[in-house]
């Protein structure tokens, strides 16, 4: 674990010393668009136009941020369209690697040992941490972004011409709503079991704990009546969700210490889960080994022996309940 100065690599922990023991997460630098008509978006100056063959993700399987591009790559049938490399779950002093085996494809694109490597390739002296997801431009060899929320837009909309131009998870009439979800949903529970296993103190902790639980209450009650977040068809705000709830059970209960209940508890958001990993393709986007080693084998300052739990052992594959709210809707019915 570290991050670059100056483009120099420098192994270190996150420092919570100057926030009273909160994690504080930084802001992605890199915020660039791909767009169809390779125009730059406002405010920015570099223009990147969408084309097939032509830009790559550099994820990791394990992080929840990198999950959401691979779910959006996959139901909008981007594969062929956007190239992957997926770096090793092991996060250790050299950050991110591209070590290869047991689901790893190592740097497909230059056959690079690091991820900071491609950092540097972008900005020799590029200064901050080196995060996934990344995606890259392979014809001007640079990161166009590095910040999720943003990449899965532009999967969304900008490569309809080579994709299923007939999913849309973030329909028009529905923005407002969605945007006001994530702006919840991100501090308190995203990003909140986070400050709760990074806290460093037992204050930062308890006030993370807190949040995370009192949102979990409040979608519970949200789902009691309605499908999905925001109804009946499934929206950006619950493919965020998913990747949060779906480490929830073997990660964050035990390793970021969120345990007053688990999802298997909650009734709405376990069948919720289920739900939205059966939707065809989610499946193969999740991989609990990369997750869970990932987790309990990187960090060394909650976990230092490394080891990693057995359990618990959770079936997304059981029968759920959600048919009782009407049928999940086909991309061609809400086309
Ligand atoms: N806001 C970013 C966050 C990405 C992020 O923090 N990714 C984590 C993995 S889950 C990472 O690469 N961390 C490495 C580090 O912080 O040094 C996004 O959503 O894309």
């Not at 969408?50 to 591009?69: F, I, N, Q």
């Not at 103190?201 to 995370?212: I, N």
């Not at 300052?301 to 080891?307: D, E, V």
Request: include cysteine; glycine fraction near 8%.
């Amino acid at each position: 674990m570290g991050l670059l100065v100056e483009g120099k690599w420098q192994d270190r922990w996150y420092d919570t010393g100057k926030s009273g023991g909160r994690f504080e997460r930084a802001q992605s630098q890199w915020r660039d668009w791909i767009t169809v008509d390779g125009a730059p978006a406002q405010g920015r100056e570099r223009g990147f136009r969408a084309e097939p063959g032509r830009y790559h993700l550099y994820v990791s399987l394990a992080c929840p941020w990198a999950h959401r591009t691979l779910i959006f790559r996959t139901l909008k049938k981007l594969e062929d369209a956007i190239s992957v490399s997926v770096v090793h779950y092991h996060m250790g002093e050299n950050g991110w690697t591209f070590q290869t085996g047991d689901g790893a494809t190592g740097d497909t694109l230059y056959g690079l040992d690091f991820l900071h490597r491609i950092y540097t390739r972008a900005d020799p002296f590029y200064s901050g941490r080196v995060t996934v997801p990344v995606l890259w431009d392979k014809t001007r060899q640079t990161i166009v972004n590095n910040e999720s929320s943003e990449i899965i837009r532009m999967l969304n909309s900008e490569f309809d011409e080579w994709g299923d131009a007939g999913v849309d998870f973030y329909p028009e009439p529905l923005r407002t709503e969605i945007d006001v979800l994530n702006d919840e949903i991100y501090p308190a529970l995203n990003n909140g079991v986070y400050r709760a296993g990074f806290a460093t103190t037992q204050d930062a902790y308890e006030e993370a704990f807190g949040e995370v639980f009192a949102m979990l209450d409040k979608l519970e009650e949200r789902l009691s009546s309605q499908r999905y977040l925001t109804g009946q068809r499934i929206t950006e705000a619950d493919w965020r969700l998913f990747t949060t709830l779906v480490r929830f059970d073997p990660v964050y209960v035990g390793h970021f210490k969120c345990n007053r209940q688990r999802i298997a508890d909650y009734r709405n958001l376990s069948n919720y889960v289920r739900d939205l990993y059966q939707v065809p393709g989610v499946a193969g986007t999740v991989d609990m080994r990369h997750i869970k080693w990932h987790y309990y084998g990187s960090h060394k300052t909650i976990n230092p022996s490394g080891i990693v739990p057995l359990g618990p052992d959770v079936d997304h594959t059981a029968a759920h309940d959600r048919d009782r709210f009407g049928p999940r809707p086909t991309s061609r019915e809400r086309a």
